[in-house]
């Protein structure tokens, strides 16, 4: 992604902007240029830390696994990280970025999925994303899991790939319940003529998206891997 | 700039949907001796045909942005290449139908500045889901051959790198981000100023709706106001000349508590009348809320319109061409001169001051010849200039409401203010100031300069005066939600003692208020913000025993400043005979 900005900066310095909410950075912040984030911002988008959910990454009183993660019986995703809880504002940032195309977002949500993963101590040869539909992507005009992947991946040194494509598109996810969903997910996913090739070599893979909500876009991409030749499919989103 | 919001839904439209996987949706053409644009190529075959004259150089691409390059500047980067030629096919029928819709069309949009995803979504609103993309198309094209409306790209990306500009808010330079674009299948501009609004960029297009030409007509428009003071007489008089006379601009300098609300109705009325339209425009969407309800009471006619983040579609649907229009200023880049008169309410205010952008979409939406009014409390040092100098046409209001004077700040030094708070040592000023509030049964604001401080101060209250520390206290630093709440139980009364920095200097008003101004020296407090703090205190008729000090290690000019101002515009107030009564033991002469 080539930033206009970096050129710019050079020749005028304007006052630093916080890059969720806008406001100017004054004193007293997180100043650190990999977030440029406001101290507001931070703390009211809530990182998940503590006990978490060993399989989803679901914050929790103590550590171990979740009811949800108990009570699936066939699972293809290995294991999901989250860097934030799933509030109201996450959401509103998330959104931002999705629908009203801030793209500028995928820069701090990117680099703080890297220090998620960092943290994690995750080992793996590849980054991939979860696709949009054709179409969908045409409309949107970029997808925001892959900004995010490939802000990750620049800043972990890991290469991003696309090795999956969506075949099918599917109506919106959150007015059905789960077996609809899993239902509807089934074979909507595929693997692209990259993935084919890459999957021979590569078999540890990590799965970017924006939200795990109940794992099933995750769980369906995992399963389409998995079937190409991965040994292990794990996942990193920015909410949880 | 404030983050995601919800007042424009767009379901996402198909966007110049591809053909057969071909991106093939916006031309140039040759026509009567220049390069045009055209959305819908059939359209102006119909058009040109009808005056004689021939299409020539078809052109074809996939974005706004390469075809308004090649119309504006000659050849666009990469040669010829981008734009290809195609053939033209004959007869072409234009519906009759189709005039009609297009007069509806840009009756519904006039005076909007909108991107192609809102001019869709827009049209799905008045027309039901039933307008196909094609038709749009053909309507729109058929005003842009009339002049109805002017088509840009939603970012300019001339030739010269330095000239790239957001055409709808007008940012350049680093708040212009280059990506890759699955739209235009390249890489394409986007603005990442005024994205909250719906995205700018380079390959889609903005459109300006012309207002229609309007006509001689006068209404009778009813105004449901109290009765105004003299001193809010002579101020809405002077501002209804300024009207009248066609200025383009005025300051109104009102104090705070003055009532300025009131003063400018009876100019928003003559507005009307005269069939014109009023956007009232606020920094804060609570400030939009607060006008609109007053809107509402004093206009219950002319069903006014408030628009904001937080305000949902579902809520102004009906109201969409009221003359009366309240909203947040970042709104404005979605009008092209559409009103006559523009009210930009406590311009001295983030995000205003100083945004060069929102200036312009203030600009922009008032109508050549029309009026924008800026009203505030606290001008800044160069408006005075320009009032005195002549160049800048002011309206003052020297005096509150209810006729009693501004509450003068008493300032006092204490040396080494901090560190006697730290260690505990008395600070006497400060203890009475206390006790003061405690006797006279009120409420105090205790402004500082950061938000680390308050412990220090909470200690040295526990330290020195535990009578007064077992009172209710509150911090107002922390998050914003805390904030909120802190505030609102000091407005209920809940809490006695309430710790502020200067991000509460304008929204907090309660009856009985005392105001101190802790470590008044810092350079965070501007004069504008200490004047701000003082008109807090005093605001009601029945309580006038509130009090203001600033204290402080030394005298800044920024004190020095406020004290002389507030003095001056009491001076200004008295010598008008808009004091009712004059409490002089009200005015402490600065003490050491
Ligand atoms: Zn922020
Ligand atoms: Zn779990
Ligand atoms: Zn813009
Ligand atoms: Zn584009």
């Known amino acids: 992604m080539f930033l206009v900005s970096e050129l710019w900066d050079k020749w005028f310095r304007s006052p630093e902007e916080c890059r969720v909410c806008g406001s100017p950075l004054g004193g007293g912040v997180f100043a650190g240029e990999p977030h440029r984030v406001c101290n507001g911002c931070l703390e009211r988008l809530e990182p998940i830390c503590g006990g978490i959910c060993r399989r989803c990454g679901r914050p929790m009183r103590t550590a171990g696994v979740c009811r949800d993660c108990l009570r699936r019986s066939r699972r293809e995703l290995d294991v999901n990280r989250a860097c934030f809880r799933y509030t109201s504002f996450t959401r509103d940032c998330i959104h931002f970025l999705k629908y009203r195309g801030q793209e500028t977002l995928a820069r701090p949500f990117g680099s703080f999925l890297a220090a998620a993963v960092e943290e994690w101590k995750w080992r793996g040869d590849l980054v991939t994303y979860v696709p949009l539909h054709p179409e969908k992507y045409r409309e949107r005009g970029f997808n925001q899991a892959e900004l995010l992947a490939r802000e990750m991946g620049r800043r972990l040194w890991i290469p991003v790939r696309s090795l999956l494509i969506r075949v099918r598109s599917t109506s919106p996810q959150s007015r059905r319940n789960r077996s609809e969903r899993i239902r509807e997910l089934q074979g909507s996913f595929a693997l692209s003529d990259l993935g084919k090739r890459l999957l021979r070599t590569n078999r540890r893979i990590l799965v970017v998206d924006d939200v795990y909500t109940t794992g099933t876009t995750l769980n369906e991409c995992a399963k389409v891997l998995k079937d190409g030749g991965a040994s292990r499919v794990d996942s990193v989103t920015v909410a949880r | 700039m404030v983050g995601p919001s919800k007042d424009y839904p767009f379901a996402p439209v198909s966007y110049f949907r591809t053909q057969e996987g071909k991106d093939v949706r916006v031309f140039t053409y040759e026509a009567a001796g220049s390069r045009r644009i055209s959305l819908h190529l059939p359209t102006d075959l119909y058009f040109w045909e009808q005056s004689g004259q021939e299409i020539k150089q078809v052109q074809v691409y996939s974005s706004i942005g390469q075809a308004w390059r090649k119309q504006s500047g000659g050849r666009s980067r990469g040669g010829g290449g981008m734009g290809a030629a195609i053939r033209l096919e004959e007869d072409i029928q234009i519906p009759a139908e189709r005039e009609e819709l297009s007069r509806g069309l840009w009756q519904v949009l006039e005076g909007r500045a909108l991107l192609w995803e809102e001019v869709c979504f827009w049209t799905k609103q008045w027309w039901g889901s039933s307008v196909e993309e094609e038709t749009l198309r053909s309507l729109l094209q058929m005003m842009l051959l009339r002049e109805q409306v002017r088509m840009l790209p939603g970012v300019r990306t001339p030739r010269v790198a330095w000239h790239w500009q957001c055409n709808r808010c007008g940012a350049a330079g680093n708040r212009l981000m280059s990506t890759p674009c699955a739209r235009c299948n390249q890489f394409c501009l986007f603005c990442t100023h005024c994205t909250m609004l719906g995205k700018s960029r380079s390959c889609v297009p903005l459109f300006l709706f012309r207002p229609r030409p309007k006509e001689n007509v006068r209404r009778s428009v009813t105004m449901r106001l109290p009765v105004l003071t003299g001193a809010q007489q002579e101020a809405a008089c002077q501002s209804v000349d300024f009207v009248r006379n066609g200025v383009s601009r005025f300051l109104l300098w ?212 535990p009578d007064i520390a077992a009172r209710t206290w509150a911090t107002a630093t922390g998050k914003e939600k805390e904030r909120r709440d802190r505030v609102e139980a000091f407005r209920k009364g809940e809490v006695q003692f309430l710790i502020a920095t200067t991000v509460l200097e304008r929204g907090v008003t309660v009856p009985r208020c005392h105001v101190v101004v802790v470590g008044a020296d810092h350079p965070v407090f501007d004069s504008a913000s200490l004047i701000q703090m003082a008109g807090r205190v005093g605001r009601s008729p029945v309580y006038q025993k509130g009090r203001v000090l600033f204290l402080a290690d030394v005298h800044t000019e920024a004190q020095k400043t406020a004290v002389r101002e507030i003095k001056e515009l009491n001076h200004r107030a008295r010598q008008r005979g808009f004091l009712v009564v004059d409490e002089e033991e009200n005015e402490h002469v600065p003490s050491e």
């Not at chain 2, 205003?352 to 009203?375: F, K």
Request: a positive charge; glycine letters at 8%.
């Open chain 2, 254 to 465: 009102a104090v705070t508590g003055s009532g300025k609300t009131e003063v400018l109705m009876p100019v928003v009325r003559r507005v009307l009348e005269r069939g014109g339209r009023v956007l009232w425009a606020a920094p804060r969407r609570d400030v939009v809320d607060e006008i609109a309800a007053r809107m509402e009471r004093v206009f219950p006619e002319e069903k006014p319109l408030a628009i904001h983040g937080e305000r949902s579609w579902e809520e102004r649907k009906n109201r969409l061409g009221s003359p009366l229009v309240t909203a947040t200023v970042q709104q404005a880049w979605r009008f092209y001169r559409r009103f006559d008169l523009v009210v930009v309410d406590e311009a001295d205010a983030y995000p205003l001051a100083g945004d060069r952008t929102l200036q312009m979409g203030l600009e922009r939406a008032t109508v050549r010849g029309g009026t924008q009014c800026w009203v505030t409390a606290t001008p800044s040092p160069r408006w005075k200039k320009e009032a005195v100098k002549g160049k800048l046409s002011l309206v003052t209001l020297p005096s509150r409401y209810h006729g009693y004077p501004l509450p003068v700040p008493r300032l006092l030094r204490v040396g080494g203010l901090w560190r006697r708070l730290e260690r505990g040592k008395p600070v006497e000023p400060l203890s009475s100031f206390f006790h003061r509030v405690l006797d006279t049964d009120g409420q105090a604001l205790i402004f500082i300069p950061g938000t680390s401080d308050p412990p220090r101060l909470l200690k040295w209250i526990h330290h020195t005066a």
